[in-house]
């Protein structure tokens, strides 16, 4: 069952966050605590939405998502933060499962796109996407400031 997350699901989610963050090859990268989490679902207006996979009463996937904007289509999109699947349950269609609930959420709010980040060298997900009917945006390169970099941007004089 796929569903909206609740504030009981925090504690899982967020164990789904580190789990993720040792695949991806970063095991150290996550400093975000589950109450940072909970705060961010589910504190005042939140800007933050996850779906969970549920089997037998216990979350065994999830999708972290917020809204995006294009300005030239005029209308918001849907960018996923995270897509994550417990191991055992890979290969059941959950995480089919959790994109199909994403798009048909874009399609009923009438967003037009809904886009994500794949690491080059994780082949399985980019296989699972690509049948799934994803496009690699290879023309467009990421761009990111964050800790000391940030912080000096941040202090930069406005002209």
């Not at 095991?27 to 933050?48: E, I, M, W, Y």
């Not at 037998?56 to 933060?81: C, K, P, Q």
């Not at 794949?118 to 399985?124: A, F, G, R, S």
Request: aromatic share 12%.
């Amino acid at each position: 069952m796929i569903r909206p997350a609740e504030p009981r699901d925090v504690e899982a989610i967020h164990q789904f966050i580190v789990d993720l963050a040792v695949y991806e090859r970063e095991p150290d990268a996550v400093t975000a605590t589950a109450s940072d989490l909970d705060r961010a679902l589910f504190g005042q207006n939140p800007a933050l939405f996850a779906d969970v996979a549920e089997v037998d009463g216990r979350v065994v996937g999830m999708a972290i998502w917020f809204l995006n904007y294009s300005t030239w289509d005029g209308r918001h999109g849907i960018y996923l933060e995270d897509l994550y699947v417990d191991p055992a349950h890979r290969g059941s269609g959950l995480g089919r499962d959790l994109l199909v609930t994403l798009a048909r959420r874009c399609v009923e709010r009438g967003y037009s796109r809904f886009q994500w980040w794949v690491l080059d060298w994780n082949e399985p997900s980019i296989d699972f996407y690509k049948a799934m009917g994803a496009v690699a945006m290879d023309e467009w390169t990421v761009y990111r400031t964050s800790g000391e970099a940030l912080e000096a941007m941040a202090a930069l004089p406005l002209r």
